[in-house]
């Protein structure tokens, strides 16, 4: 359900063209869950983005990006520093729109594990919709690990199954082996056509993430992967209005703690409360 000012939304007040925006403004309408807006202006941003957020999980299944773990991750060091414990840190003078985008035209030279890899969909996503200056200014310190994220991207997990395409969500594999810990579960992107991509895996439905992540369990375990309720979301309202705006607060912004965990594919949720 989509309220706007406090009002229902009526199907006149925005009539999208585009046929992957019509699908998530579906959603979004059908859903039991209330999405509140202060304009149409910031619902249409939303529904760009998120868009925005499929075609750039999309680009990178046809990337040639590996799935590797912290300690075997890599990247390009004309752009970024990889540190000992394998994140990125954007090299010093280097743009920050050059060293997102050079991940996806210069994808063999990448490796990371699914975490991180939703959080650089989240950084081409936006740089796609908000252009070149404004995602200059906006992220000037990108550093990438796991789900450590600038704080503008004010990335929130939320317990739903309302999924609206756009979404990352987790698949859970409560036995995984400890020997192959980096299958402990995968992070989706929700396609919007009963599909989701994961890093590691591509473009699969829901059943065929669990069948491929039950195939890395204990051996004898009766406990299956299954897809939760968790939902990782950047802050579309914070986005909208700087992208509506122009505009990138002066003052000193607070930036999150990283937190070096060595462990692959956790959720969102699971980061923040390590």
Not at 125 to 146: E, T
Not at 155 to 180: R, S, W
Request: proline share 5%.
């Amino acid at each position: 359900m989509i309220k706007i000012s406090g009002e229902s939304f009526r199907q006149s007040d925005l009539q999208p063209t585009d046929r992957m925006e019509r699908t998530i403004l579906g959603r979004l309408s059908e859903n039991p869950t209330v999405y509140s807006y202060r304009s149409v202006a910031e619902l249409s941003f939303e529904l760009k983005l998120r868009k925005s957020i499929i075609e750039s999980a999309r680009a990178m299944n046809q990337s040639n990006i590996r799935f590797a773990v912290f300690e075997n991750s890599r990247c390009n060091p004309e752009y970024w520093f990889l540190t000992n414990v394998g994140g990125f840190q954007l090299l010093r003078g280097v743009k920050p729109a050059d060293a997102i985008r050079d991940v996806y035209s210069n994808s063999s030279l990448y490796a990371f594990e699914c975490a991180t890899a939703m959080v650089f969909i989240y950084y081409h996503a936006v740089l796609n919709l908000i252009g070149d200056v404004l995602f200059n200014q906006l992220f000037q310190h990108i550093y990438l690990y796991s789900w450590h994220a600038d704080s503008d991207l004010g990335l929130t997990p939320y317990n739903t199954m309302d999924f609206v395409p756009g979404d990352v969500v987790y698949f859970n594999n409560p036995d995984f082996d400890p020997k192959k810990p980096q299958w402990r579960g995968e992070n989706a992107v929700v396609l919007g056509d009963d599909t989701y991509f994961g890093h590691g895996m591509g473009i699969r439905t829901a059943e065929q993430i669990i069948i491929n992540l039950n195939k890395s369990r204990k051996p004898e375990s009766s406990q299956s992967a299954y897809l939760t309720n968790i939902v990782a979301r950047p802050s579309f309202k914070h986005l909208a209005e700087i992208s509506m705006t122009q505009q990138v607060h002066s003052i000193p912004k607070y930036q999150p703690i990283v937190v070096h965990h060595n462990g692959s594919s956790i959720s969102l949720g699971q980061y923040l409360f390590i």
